[in-house]
């Protein structure tokens, strides 16, 4: 017979499965800004009770990747201006301190250099899409330099507030295309291990794609006033 501690160390771990499975849909661009969620749907596709799915929206919706309007039902939610230049801010401290410091022979080159091949190859077949989420990998295996299991956590979670950010744009050849090409260019500095070189070319290219979204932002907001 199971116990009453081993049921609830069950339901956490299902919690935990099914959100990271929704946080997987956010970053692979499945599911965007505004999007409203079906909980029926979700709990098919998902094979789990609506009751499961029902934590885990409360679960998202405190870490801000949800929002819940009374009446209406669970939607993705949309990233403020104030939430995105803090995320760049973020991202800064962390992913040009683990360039500069890492290890030069670092298995996660390994990891970084697949995600450029993926985006050069999800370029060519036209798929933006796919290219965004290889984007998401070269930054993720990128962090990975650092050695820290509790920022390679950390970091996953922004990245999917950054996808939200991301999914704002309504173009994403616009938005990717000229990261297919940075990205090599940093990979490239890695290979040569020319660390400080590629932690300041990734600083200049955070700069530049905070200018992007932001902006993008700022258009969408003028737009729906």
């Known amino acids: 017979m199971t116990s009453a501690p ?40 998902l094979d789990i009770s ?31 201006i ?41 370029r060519d077949a036209g798929d933006w899409q796919g290219v965004g989420t290889a984007n998401m990998d070269f930054h993720m295996a990128l962090v990975g330099m650092a050695d820290s299991e509790r920022l390679n956590s950390f970091f996953s979670h922004l990245l999917v507030e950054l996808r939200l950010a991301f999914g704002l744009l309504n173009d994403p050849e616009f938005l990717h295309a000229p990261y297919v090409g940075m990205n090599q260019r940093i990979m490239e500095m890695v290979e040569a291990d020319q660390m400080a070189e590629a932690a300041a070319a990734l600083n200049e290219y955070l700069v530049h794609s905070e200018r992007i979204v932001l902006a993008v932002y700022a258009r969408q907001i003028a737009h729906d006033a």
């Open 6 to 45: 081993e049921l609830s160390i069950a339901a956490t771990s299902l919690n935990e499965r099914v959100a990271d499975m929704v946080r997987q849909k956010i970053v692979q661009g499945e599911f965007v800004p505004g999007q409203k969620l079906s909980e029926a749907a979700l709990s098919e596709s």
């Open 50 to 80: 609506r009751n499961t799915l029902r934590e885990v929206f409360r679960s998202l919706t405190k870490e801000g990747l949800l929002k819940h309007a009374p009446n209406r039902g669970v939607f993705v939610a949309t990233p403020s």
């Open 82 to 122: 104030a939430s995105i230049i803090d995320i760049y801010r973020v991202r800064r401290m962390i992913e040009c301190q683990a360039l500069a410091q890492a290890y030069p022979y670092h298995p996660a080159k390994k990891r970084m250099r697949q995600a450029v091949d993926k985006a050069q190859a999800c």
